[in-house]
């Protein structure tokens, strides 16, 4: 786990020993999510046997299953005990039919607001993709403060940003069933669009939102020096916490998307697994078993603040009075988007997210940029006929979007 | 006039050299608001240790030290052993067997190491050596192998035919003539080999990120420098700038004690050829 | 030369070289085979063979002539750098004046130090906050505002460049050295004699008698830069946008990030080929030159 993050397990260990469970060795490694990802890899690789779970990011489920290093869950958990965990949530822990982690926590791209800025100006909280370009450009005042912030640094944050974008614009990655690659439709050069002329040209965005990770941005909204603000939901009790310059005024939101209706926050959140290399599955999985419960949903949740993933947990008086925005949250969840349940999804995210900095940072066109990730993404993916679309030529202007696929992969809306 | 110049030339060279090591120096010894402080805080005032102490409970640094020690030292033992064997035939042969020879171990020293990296990795897997140290010596060793041959080799050619004519005459095997009569003639230059593998063996990344995935057997270069990579927000510079202050000090002993053998060791290859 | 003693001889090369020759052959060939191979994530790891697909792949894969590039850049750069900066070095330390066996182990010290480590020490001296690089640049009046090092393309090449260029110097300026103290004084007294000015001895006695050592030590380092992983990994990762992105570092990533072990040792060894090609040249071009 994250090295930040000890205080929230270790108390959940000391309940699982206390009640009855074996002792648990809690493992601190470096807080990035790629480098804990690759020290998994590594030693998953190795077949080291010196961890019995696995703390897994919402997309490496797909990679950590193929490769052969899970052991299947669905055998530990019968369909009343999964029925009590979000949908979206469990799906993601999920491949090919087999479940290989439970979630201990989600989360959901929102749209923070300054409710107090939109009231005096008596302008609605936006619903289109125009009307927050239309309601930050009237309520900014740069470089004092800014219309639209997000998270633009060259990271998978990125992608989670712009496919909350690209979605909402009716586009897709990558097809589940089909595998398609959607980056060269129009639905995606618009989405593209939308995030590099918020940068670039006349602004919404502040030039170095190319910089921003979840706490830069964060920190520029919390100073008030943003209407907008694109993150996910931790953000909400520092912002209301006393002493913060925002307490009382924020507003959330799901995102926005091009026909109003609310649009689909990108699905994140962790869960655990157990490797194959695991000297004590048993042990491991009544672990996981407690760590979902809703007494361990308590202790993961309620000082972190983080989103808990069991359905109940969204009722719980507890929880609840620690964190009220829980309820605000559950029907923006309901509409999270998971990512593209793919193996090789660390290089698709790569490909997609140097090309986007690129197009971002005004070093490629828009559709430069979509045209050549594209073309690797669908290298990635095993076509190889050149790297061209096995369906009709590049930037058709009539091609219907495929049905709101399913969570194995991501589809159009 | 010429004179200046050269005490300028002298200075710029030396505050080159030592620059960023001393930087860093500086910033472990500088408490934590000072080193964050715009504009650059030179001098720690007052200077504090505190870096090192947390650094040290927090790391397994002390077992990241003694992997390191074991680890360089043995590879580089059994590479100067190997070695040695090579290099007593090699100083006794003239020709195209020779030539040949310290040719083709040169080229083998020029692979880049990503080229050798994963079936290394597969073969050290499958012996089981994977978190082991042997993981890490037996490839060192064989990796500097070549180094360490061109090193002693022109060491051993120093020693005159007649002590080896003496030795055989005596009746002492090709071995014993290696061990009982050139090593201790080309001492100094068996030091040099060792040091200078020892060196490499401890500064090596690639492999040892790789083959060490659990971080109790880490070596001290894997171990600090797998940290990097997040935004200022979250590395603790001040306790890394210990780790590398306490990573490097015994490199820089070495190169204080050791500083002219290292370099004719590291001239003789390149002269020679 | 007598047979026994031929034989013996033989024997005790033996170890060593199966050793080192071991190391390198064995792993060459697999990795040849490696880069015709297919590596599927299906429930387990399956390799199975794939002739020239993943060359092709190779061949439309922008970001591995990027990488190239990148390494290119580097590795020129670099060497140039050093090179010119090595032999500058070394001028100096063939002065005679007091403290000079202290300036060498001064000057030896960079080369020392473990890369990956140093690396570190380089992003700390190149962040944009608070950064001593940018701080001195500003003191100096070189720059009004802090730069970005590692955040922007060029600058990042830039600044590993010289990471780069501080460790390898020591290398290049003690071969450089040696080379100098080869030098007999009677030819530069010669040359003094004629009429030669300082600059004139340097560039036609000097740099022409140290041209073989030169060229080595050029040669061993533009190999050695190529295959560059530590500083880039520890110190940009890679980035802005790929823009440090070296091909060890793209074919690592292939190894241990996306689990494709094929397609890595494709890059890795196509890699190595398009490097040799033009060393070979630069050797050719050598080889010929000393012989004049």
Redesign the interface.
Known sequence: MPASERQVWAPLAEAFEDSGGTPVRLVEGPNSTDLRENLYTAALLARDSSFDLVLMDVTWTPKFAAAGWLLPLDGSFDRDELAAFLPQALDAGRYDGRLYRLPTRTDVGVLYYRRDLLEQAGEPPPRTFADLERTARALQDPPHRWGFVWQGSQYEGLICAFLEVLRGHGGYWVSGETREVGLELPAAVEALEFLRSSRLGQPISPPGVTTYKEEESRRIFQEGRAVFLRNWPYVWRLAQAAGSPLAGRVGVQAVVSRSGAPGAGSLGGWGLGVSRYSENPDAAVAFIRHAGSLAGQRILCRTSGYVPSRREAFEDPLLLSANPFLETLRPIHDSAAPRPALPRYALASDILQRRVSAALAGLATTREALAAAARETRLLLGDRARGRSAGAGQFAAEQHLPPYVGRDGVGGR | MRRAA??L??AL??G???G??A??AL?ALKPDDQ??????VYLPDPPTTRHFETLWARKPFGAYLANSVVISGAAALLAVV??L??A???A???GALRDR?LL??LL?A???????????Y??V?ALGW??HPLGLIL?Y???N??LA?WILESGFRQIPREVDEAARLDGLG??AR?FRVQLPLAAPTVVTAGILVF?FC??E??LAL?FM???AGKT???G???????????IP?GQ??AA?VL??AP??L???VF??R??SG??RG??K? | MNDTGHRERVLLLLPALLLAGLVVGLPVLRVLQLSFSRVELDGGISTSWAGLDPYVRLWQDGRFWTALRNTAVFTGASVLLETALGVGVALVLHQRFRGRGMLRAVVLLPWALPTAVMALAWAWIFNDAFGVANDLLGRLGFIERPVAWLGEPGTAMAAIVLADVWKTTPFVALVVLAGLQGIPESLLEAARVDGLGAWQRFWYVVLPLLAPALVVAVVFRAVQAYGAFDLVYVMTGGGPGGSTETVSLYAYQHYFRYLDFGYGSAVATAGVVLALLPLLVVLRWARAREVR
Do not use: H, K
């Open positions: 050269l005490m030339a002298v060279v030396a080159w050299s030592l960023p090591a930087w860093q910033t080193i964050t402080r715009v504009p650059t190997v070695g064997l090579a007593g035939a090699l006794r042969t003239t020879t083709g171990l083998l020029l692979f880049p190491p990503i080229l050798l990296l994963f079936p290394l597969e073969g897997r994977i978190n490839p060793a064989a990796l192998l070549p041959v090709p071995l290696v060196i401890w500064n990344f690639m790789t995935t659990r971080d001290v270069t894997a600090i420098a797998s940290v990097g990579g997040a935004s200022i927000y979250e510079w890394l700038s590398i990573a490097t490199l820089v070495l190169v204080l500083q002219g290292i370099t590291l001239t390149a002269v050829g």
